[in-house]
Each structure stands twice: as C-alpha cells, then as structure tokens.
C-alpha cells in the first residue's frame, strides 16, 4: 500500500503561482506513473497532468504551458507548478500513482481555491 500525502493548496488571485507537492511512502523508483488529477464542483475527476518513470510527461490542453510536472525520486516526490492560474482552475487536485496493472493509490486531496 503506497500512501500519498499531497501538499501545497490553497487560496490565490487570477494570475498567481502555487506549488502542490505529493510526498509518498514508498521510493518513487517503483512507482510507474505518478501524476495529479482535479475535480471541480458537480464535475468529473479529470487529469491535469501525468509523469512516467522515464520523465515522459503528458498535460491536459488546458493547463499545457502553465503547469509543470516533476519527479523528485531522490525526495519520493512528485511535484506540480502551476502558474498563470485561473479561476477557472478551482478544485480539488488528487496526487496519483500507478505500480503496475490494479495497482492505482491516490492521495487524499488538497484544495486550490482561484480568486477573479
């Protein structure tokens, strides 16, 4: 069982910057994939971003060239910045990892809260 425990959330105006950090139990090393999904208000858990063991990284359009996704292996982290954000980008952000076939962990969640 991999426990993640994401950090980081919080309250900013349109424009500003935050930085979530997902700390997980076990040596990332092992860990396929790693990456942060959302969730907004009456709306579908989507991903925003993605990071294999190789440091392939995949984005959703919308946060493509704002957003940022690291690995920090030598820490068990995995990190996400984000900039020029959005009201638009409100939600709940999960920290996820993958360790092979069945073997899906997520975090418990933290919130970003967007002002106009």
């Known amino acids: 069982q991999v426990q993640l425990v994401e950090s980081g959330g919080g309250l900013v105006q349109a424009g500003e910057s935050l930085r979530l950090s997902c700390a997980a139990s076990?040596?990332?090393?092992?860990?396929?994939?790693m990456g942060w999904y959302r969730q907004a208000p009456g709306k579908q858990r989507e991903l925003v971003a993605s990071?294999?063991?190789?440091?392939?990284?995949n984005y959703a359009d919308s946060v493509r060239g704002r957003f940022t996704i690291s690995r920090a292996n030598s820490r068990n982290e995995v990190l996400l910045q984000m900039s020029s954000l959005k009201p638009e980008d409100t939600a709940v952000y999960y920290c996820?990892?993958?360790?092979?076939?069945?073997?899906?962990?997520w975090g418990q969640g933290t919130q970003v809260t967007v002002s106009s």
């Open positions: 996820y990892a993958n360790r092979g076939p069945g073997n899906d962990y």
């Open positions: 076990e040596n990332t090393f092992v860990l396929n994939m």
């Open positions: 990071i294999s063991a190789g440091r392939v990284t």
